[in-house]
């Protein structure tokens, strides 16, 4: 068992940033990918961006990158997504999600994950 703990969400104007944090606690995540999805209110929850335990590969929503950076401390056990130049439409609640194995071709996919922070939500203001 793995558990997830997600923190650093909150309100913030349009142009501004944060950075969110996700505890993992349990089992080690070594050979983990570890992601973060999103789920605005009505939408469907959509993959942000994923990072591999091990050897610290990214990966990111074609429409996040350049904006959105993830990256891991291993010794804390901890995965962190910084949030640069927020929109309104980045609003949603943030998950942490561990997939228990290394990222591979279905891993932007919600149903791949098999453990799920309680989510953190993310509000940008206009």
């Known amino acids: 068992q793995v558990q997830l703990v997600e923190s650093g969400g909150g309100l913030v104007q349009a142009g501004g940033s944060l950075r969110l944090s996700c505890a993992a606690s349990g089992r080690t995540p070594r050979s983990f990918t570890m992601g973060w999805f999103r789920q605005a209110p009505g939408k469907e929850r959509e993959f942000v961006a994923a990072?591999?335990?091990?050897?610290?590969?990214?990966y990111y929503a074609d429409s996040l990158k350049g904006r959105f950076t993830i990256s891991r401390d291993i010794a804390k056990n901890t995965v962190y997504l910084q949030m640069n130049s927020l929109k309104p439409e980045d609003t949603a609640v943030y998950y942490c999600?561990?997939?228990?194995?290394?990222?591979?071709?279905?891993?932007?996919?919600?149903?791949?994950?098999?453990?799920w922070g309680q989510g953190t939500q993310v509000t940008v203001s206009s």
């Open positions: 990072i591999n335990w091990s050897g610290g590969s990214t």
């Open positions: 999600a561990a997939e228990d194995r290394p990222f591979g071709l279905y891993s932007d996919y919600v149903a791949a994950y098999d453990y």
